[in-house]
């Protein structure tokens, strides 16, 4: 495959899935040259620019520009990328040996065939990380489109019954989403290996017993009701599809059919996004209206004035995350400070995979320290170096707001204060609400 056939297969892969899966599922190919000429290309776009952004381009505070050093971005992108060459083939290898429990028929290079072109959205989305905050929803939205990508192309290339789809996927995505979360665990220096094994071992019986029954309090009991909700997100996909062929199930005929077909596949893709972070009723989460986060914010921190303020709120594939932040100054300009709320709410669902990754760290040297913990069941993140007066404090409320301080300070103490002058108390009494209502 050379450049131009690369691009076309991207191309056709992403918007016209219908057409593209039964000519990928029986076209030769080989372990290698999927590798060679496809993955290892696709798999290093997230990488290359995630070091783009955070070592050459940098996130802009204060009006000063900060960066990753050279090496350690580069060692991190170097990692990400190897982690993921490897994670995409023992993928393959789950989704081989799982085939004949889904009357499919075992075939490693179409098992590889399956993951590689299903993960084309999601590589792709990976640029977007170099675009301030709508990035994170671009590479969500690729994420979830690669979802829907994969329930497609399964009975072209492990040759299943449609019907036994949903099923196969739901096990191939919950087995993913744990492996990407340790691939990330390990590129930040995290272990937690051996909960990440059960809770993956856990949710595949889950999945396939039905006489299997986990406490609705416990991980396993969240991870397995992340599992019904990616069932009604293929229910989701099936409906969708449904309406697209016509009542009688007969199918569009000729080109008239083929706009009505990718829309069908964005309204699929976008309503399993719905199903799967969204409210009991399908319908997308509300995040709260900037203007209120806004409202949180307070008017001085540690005799620092607020110099200005920002909000909004970005949309996409029905997902809503709404960002809210000030800036302080003291007087001589010496100490400069950044509050920044964010309100996610699809990440309340995703409350059991970051259980799953929950662990504490703490280092300290002469200038400072970095620390990671959970209090009162809120994930804090700290971070202080008193040779330049810098540092960050982040705390989780409620499984979806994030409040975060960063800047200079005199010490951390006014850091750790400014994310205290908001009352988070108010913040956990929204998501607990939400949680309720939805």
Same mark, same amino acid.
């Given at each position: 495959m050379n450049d131009e056939g690369l691009i076309s297969r991207v191309k056709s892969i992403l918007f016209d899935p219908r057409r593209t899966w039964p000519l990928i599922g029986e076209e030769p190919a080989t372990v290698a040259g999927l590798y060679t000429r496809y993955i290892m290309i696709l798999a290093a776009l997230p990488a290359i620019f995630t070091f783009v952004k955070t070592s050459l381009i940098g996130y802009s505070m204060f009006g000063a520009t900060m960066r990753t050093g050279i090496v350690a971005g580069l060692l991190g992108a170097l990692l990400t990328y190897a982690l993921s060459l490897v994670m995409?083939?023992?993928?393959?290898?789950?989704?081989?040996?799982?085939?004949?429990?889904?009357?499919?028929?075992?075939?490693?290079?179409?098992?590889?065939?399956?993951?590689?072109?299903?993960?084309?959205?999601?590589?792709?989305?990976?640029?977007?990380?170099?675009?301030?905050?709508?990035?994170?929803?671009?590479?969500?939205?690729?994420?979830?489109?690669?979802?829907?990508?994969?329930?497609?192309?399964?009975?072209?290339?492990?040759?299943?019954?449609?019907?036994?789809?949903?099923?196969?996927?739901?096990?191939?995505?919950?087995?993913?989403?744990?492996?990407?979360?340790?691939?990330?665990?390990?590129?930040?220096?995290?272990?937690?290996?051996?909960?990440?094994?059960?809770?993956?071992?856990?949710?595949?019986?889950?999945?396939?017993?039905?006489?299997?029954?986990?406490?609705?309090?416990?991980?396993?009991?969240?991870?397995?009701?992340?599992?019904?909700?990616?069932?009604?997100?293929?229910?989701?996909?099936? =409906? $969708?599809?449904? /309406? @697209? #062929?016509?009542? +009688?199930?007969?199918? %569009?005929? *000729?080109? =008239? $059919?083929?706009? /009505? @077909? #990718?829309?069908? +596949?964005?309204?699929? %893709?976008? *309503?399993?996004? $719905?199903?799967?972070?969204?409210?009991?009723d399908g319908k997308p989460l509300e995040a709260l209206e900037p203007e209120q986060l806004k409202g949180l914010l307070p008017a001085s921190i540690a005799g620092m004035p607020r110099t200005g303020t920002s909000a909004s709120r970005e949309s996409a594939m029905g997902m809503q995350v709404s960002n809210a932040s000030a800036d302080y100054a003291s007087e001589d300009g010496q100490r400069r400070l950044k509050l920044t709320l964010s309100d996610a709410p699809m990440m309340a669902k995703m409350g059991a995979f970051r259980g799953l990754m929950s662990s504490e760290s703490s280092s300290e040297t002469q200038d400072g320290f970095e620390k990671t913990y959970t209090r009162n069941g809120r994930h804090i993140e700290e971070e202080w170096n008193s040779r330049s007066g810098r540092g960050a404090y982040e705390v989780m409320v409620g499984s979806r707001f994030t409040v975060k301080a960063e800047g200079t300070a005199e010490n951390f103490q006014q850091i750790q204060s400014a994310v205290e002058s908001v009352d988070l108390a108010k913040l956990e009494a929204v998501a607990k609400a939400g949680a309720e209502q939805h």
């Open positions: 995409v083939y023992v993928v393959a290898l789950i989704i081989n040996a799982l085939a004949p429990s889904f009357r499919g028929q075992k075939n490693q290079v179409q098992a590889l065939k399956v993951i590689a072109y299903a993960y084309t959205a999601a590589w792709v989305a990976g640029i977007a990380v170099i675009i301030p905050w709508l990035g994170g929803i671009i590479g969500l939205a690729g994420g979830i489109y690669s979802i829907y990508l994969l329930y497609l192309g399964l009975p072209h290339t492990m040759k299943n019954p449609p019907e036994k789809s949903l099923a196969y996927t739901i096990v191939i995505v919950v087995i993913t989403l744990v492996l990407s979360l340790l691939i990330g665990a390990v590129v930040a220096g995290v272990t937690g290996i051996g909960a990440i094994g059960a809770g993956a071992g856990a949710l595949g019986k889950s999945s396939h017993s039905s006489s299997v029954v986990f406490d609705t309090d416990t991980k396993l009991g969240q991870l397995a009701a992340f599992g019904e909700q990616m069932k009604a997100a293929g229910e989701r996909m099936e =409906a $969708a599809e449904s /309406r @697209s #062929r016509g009542k +009688d199930g007969s199918g %569009a005929k *000729a080109t =008239a $059919a083929d706009g /009505r @077909s #990718r829309d069908a +596949d964005m309204a699929s %893709a976008e *309503a399993a996004m $719905a199903a799967l972070f969204g409210g009991k």
